[in-house]
């Protein structure tokens, strides 16, 4: 092999006595250490980042990556692989991914890697296709996969360690932080937190936990999410139970399918209708309600023609930016009236076809419209091609508002009815059916809605509104279950399983320590109930949050409620905590869920293959900000004493010998 000579001030600057590499300014070379507590997709997709950018760009200084969950760490709580098969996503497998890019002639690694879907194809021979709703156990195994892939393919001087503990504490030091665990292992201290928590915890009722093989009717309450983390605390045989739910949400179908299928029951079709067949272990009735008597409206069949992209008309990224330049705004006047607009132009354009949609598009750009006149205008042009009336939201959302019935049999058959038609809208499909193709658009225009009232963007009193009235519509409408699960409901009302409650649903303890479930706005009709079962989500509020990683930064000042309104308050990316005093916390970064209310519908935490959208944006910012204080590139290539040039980053023996 050629001898190679180094000059002497070379081999000053980069080697020690011993012959080994040193570097310059060796105590900063001391390991950085980054906290990543919740490794859901959120907490994934930020250590992705991060591998995926030291891979392209070397760095002299060690990283060390703690992925801290409590429950599974990769998947998280929500996506925890135990879980039975009936709990589903409420997403097309085919929509779903944790690698910004496809797999190219490479291997797997950060940033290149198979889809949700290609992967599950690849896993299972009961694949459905592309259009298929996976198991949440599934999902679960991909982000697993997903953590294996990067783990395996990590750059040098990056390393992970996987903890599986429960953070019972976060102490704030100088320049560090210091978590301690519930199983008494050692304390970590690292240089910088990344929060991925997730949803809020609420501790399962003591009642819940005493319930299981008991016959005694008790209130029994408790958070479904606390189902996905522990399982129902219910005998298997709920036969001569009544079971209440108060929600009707997507974790209300989650716990149908747990008291149903869950109990041995099973489905089948008979002469073209979906029906239940009883196991006689499942509830001897189910009745749930909500405040406003509706089952959330369920996804249309999956016909969009592929790699269309719905371009909006006039809910536009440059219409928010010129409203928000003007500083915070009023949602309902500044912002609904073009929503409302946007959805009714696809409702027009389903319902009229292409040659009339044209002429009433023609007339419509001709005209002048603003945020007070361009739903009017709309209408108005509508009128003479026989569109008599437009989508009204919230219309769509209450349809049984200030309504009352005069029996249960005749809410029954009404919310059946509801249900129904909106199950034959959906057959036909999300693309061709006027009312489906209309709320799809709600679904594509998220991203923008964010751009309008994220962190300040509206009012106070506006932000309020939004966060209690409005974003619950516009969710309500654009984030229903798949088709099956309306099916479901109604073969399980249909042979006298279940029972929906009117609007304003109540569920009130008596002076006898029963529970009686009811309406107002249905006569003569309650019933009393063994198990309360709560399917509603709570809100994001810092100030009530049990989880000990949020509570403790909250205790100690370190997070502040945003407007009152209940999530963290942060500053834009990376997302820094502001603390009850207005400091910025640099050292820390709350991503997802817990900041939800400063920021809007961070609930869907997947990523659509080939867009680059918020959620890859969210996690590529927080690891630019997260290296910033490692030592980077290789030192510039050098010449040698024989004009041969090679990097100095090579093994340094290769050269002196």
């Not at 360690?161 to 008494?184: K, P």
Request: aromatic fraction near 8%.
């Amino acid at each position: 092999m050629m001898k190679v000579k180094m000059t002497e001030a070379i081999r000053k600057i980069f080697v020690n006595a011993s012959g080994r590499w040193k570097l310059p300014n060796d105590d900063k070379m001391v390991p950085e250490r980054i906290a990543i507590v919740g490794t859901g997709p959120r907490g994934i997709s930020v250590i992705e980042r991060i591998a995926s950018k030291l891979t392209e760009r070397q760095t002299l200084r060690p990283l060390v990556i703690y992925a801290i969950d409590s429950v599974e760490v990769g998947c998280g709580r929500i996506w925890r692989t135990d879980q039975p098969d009936w709990l589903i996503m409420n997403t097309r497998c085919k929509n779903a991914t944790m690698f910004p890019n496809a797999p190219d002639e490479g291997a797997w690694r950060p940033g290149y890697g198979p889809t949700f879907m290609e992967w599950w194809r690849q896993v299972d021979t009961n694949y459905p296709g592309p259009s298929g709703y996976a198991p949440r156990g599934l999902y679960g195994k991909y982000l697993k996969f997903v953590l294996d892939v990067i783990e395996l393919n990590l750059p040098d001087n990056m390393s992970l360690e996987r903890v599986q503990d429960r953070v019972v504490n976060i102490t704030e030091h100088v320049d560090q932080y210091e978590l301690t665990f519930e199983s008494g292992r050692s304390a970590l201290h690292v240089d910088r937190l990344i929060i991925c928590s997730g949803y809020p915890h609420r501790e399962k009722s003591k009642h819940a936990e005493n319930m299981a093989g008991s016959s005694v009717r008790h209130l029994t309450s408790f958070d479904i999410l606390e189902t996905f983390q522990s399982g129902l605390s219910l005998p298997l045989d709920l036969s001569e139970q009544v079971i209440g739910i108060r929600g009707l949400g997507l974790s209300f179908y989650d716990v149908l399918s747990e008291l149903t299928i869950g109990r041995g029951g099973r489905y089948v079709v008979e002469q073209g209708t979906l029906q239940y067949v009883p196991s006689g272990n499942e509830p001897k009735l189910i009745v749930a309600g909500s405040r406003g008597g509706l089952p959330l409206p369920v996804r249309g069949k999956d016909d969009r023609p592929a790699n269309l992209v719905y371009v909006p008309q006039f809910f536009t990224t440059s219409r928010v930016a010129s409203i928000r330049a003007n500083g915070p705004a009023c949602f309902r006047s500044s912002y609904l009236p073009w929503i409302t607009a946007e959805v009714n132009l696809v409702y027009v354009e389903k319902v009229l076809g292409s040659d009339q949609y044209g002429q009433f598009r023609k007339k419509l750009d001709a005209s002048e419209v603003t945020s007070d006149t361009v739903m009017h205008v709309m209408s108005q042009l509508a009128r003479p091609y026989g569109i008599d009336k437009l989508l009204d939201l919230g219309a769509l959302a209450a349809p049984f508002q200030g309504l009352s019935f005069n029996s249960q049999e005749e809410f029954r058959r009404a919310v059946v009815s509801v249900v129904g038609e909106d199950v034959a809208q959906a057959d036909r499909g999300e693309f061709n059916d006027p009312i489906k193709a209309a709320l799809d658009v709600l679904r594509h225009i998220r991203p923008i809605i964010r751009k309008a009232v994220d962190l300040g963007g509206l009012t106070r009193s506006s932000h309020h509104d939004f966060i209690t009235k409005m974003a619950r519509t516009i969710a309500f409408l654009s984030s229903g279950p798949s088709r099956t699960r309306a099916k479901q409901l109604l073969a399980l009302i249909q042979c006298g399983k279940l029972e929906l409650l009117g609007p304003s649903a109540t569920f009130r303890k008596t002076d006898e320590a029963a529970v009686v479930a009811s309406s107002d706005k249905v006569k003569d009709y309650s019933v009393e109930i063994d198990v309360l079962i709560d399917a509603y989500v709570a809100a994001p509020n810092v100030d009530l949050d049990e989880n000990p990683v949020i509570r403790s930064l909250a205790d100690a000042g370190l997070l502040r409620n945003f407007m009152g309104v209940g999530g963290a308050e942060v500053t834009s990316k990376p997302f820094h905590p502001i603390t009850v005093k207005g400091e910025v916390k640099d050292r820390i970064h709350v991503l997802g869920i817990p900041t939800e209310s400063a920021r809007w519908f961070l609930h869907v935490g997947l990523v659509e293959p080939g867009v680059w959208d918020e959620f890859i944006d969210d996690a590529d910012t927080i690891a630019n900000t997260s290296i910033q204080n490692l030592v980077f590139g290789a030192p510039e290539v050098v010449s040698f004493d024989n004009g041969l040039s090679t990097n100095c980053n090579a093994d340094p023996d290769k050269y002196l010998n």
